[in-house]
């Protein structure tokens, strides 16, 4: 019961921008923008989180678009690294989230 | 801060056989949840506890079982093993209103 959608998959050049979107047209005015990341095998990891402002910390930066109905997140740099699948999810307190299929992201060299 | 803790990190057992797994969260975390992550399914919440009380769960049977003890560890229990249960397990812990932080997993693999 995912609430977002995102490209299945999409390609970026290394030391290069990422901007990775995300539609959640049916968010609710409480609910947060979460962004999380896989890398293969790995326990998913927390990137960054956002209820309306845009937020930034050492790893990426989180654009929501003023409706709320969409949102970005850009890795400033991307390394190989940072190949990984990305995971856009929209949640409020309920104690857990809910994982769609999220945007297998590569980073060539 | 360490991290989010889990062991083991890999098991094998065979059919009908039971497991536990164990999760110790980040220091402070007082919310701890539990998923399977399987190729067909992909990741799926299994329960969520805090302060030893299980405040949801996912649609799993009865089989899949957990717990919290006062100083924030969790377990989780799967009886009567089936091949689809090979999964990885993930554990997360939370501050409470906060995002969830996840640990490396348990790999189970059922033969």
């Not at chain 2, 797994?21 to 399977?36: A, D, E, K, N």
Request: proline share 5%.
């Amino acid at each position: 019961d995912a609430k977002t959608t995102q490209p299945t998959s999409m390609d970026c050049a290394e030391g290069r921008a990422a901007n990775l979107p995300c539609n959640h047209s049916t968010i609710s005015g409480n609910e947060y923008v979460y962004w999380y990341r896989q890398i293969h095998s790995q326990g998913p990891q927390y990137i960054i989180h956002g209820l309306k402002n845009n937020e930034t910390n050492e790893m990426a930066s989180l654009i929501i678009t003023e409706d709320r109905k969409s949102s970005t997140l850009i890795l400033p740099h991307a390394t190989l690294r940072d190949t990984a699948v990305y995971y856009c999810i929209v949640s409020f307190n309920d104690y857990k989230l809910s994982f769609g299929a999220g945007t297998t992201v590569t980073v060539r060299a | 801060k360490a991290g989010v803790t889990q062991t083991p990190r890999y098991l094998i057992k065979t059919r009908g056989q039971q497991v536990t797994l164990s999760c110790s969260p980040i220091s402070g975390h007082r919310s701890v949840s539990w998923y399977q992550q399987t190729p067909g399914q992909g990741l799926q919440f299994l329960f969520e506890y805090f302060s030893e009380t299980q405040r949801n769960k996912g649609n799993f049977p009865g089989r899949f079982s957990g717990r919290q003890f006062s100083n924030s560890r969790s377990e989780m229990n799967v009886s009567t093993l089936e091949l689809g249960d090979s999964a990885l397990y993930l554990c997360a812990s939370s501050p409470d209103e906060g995002p969830w932080y996840f640990g490396p997993g348990t790999r189970l693999l059922v033969l």
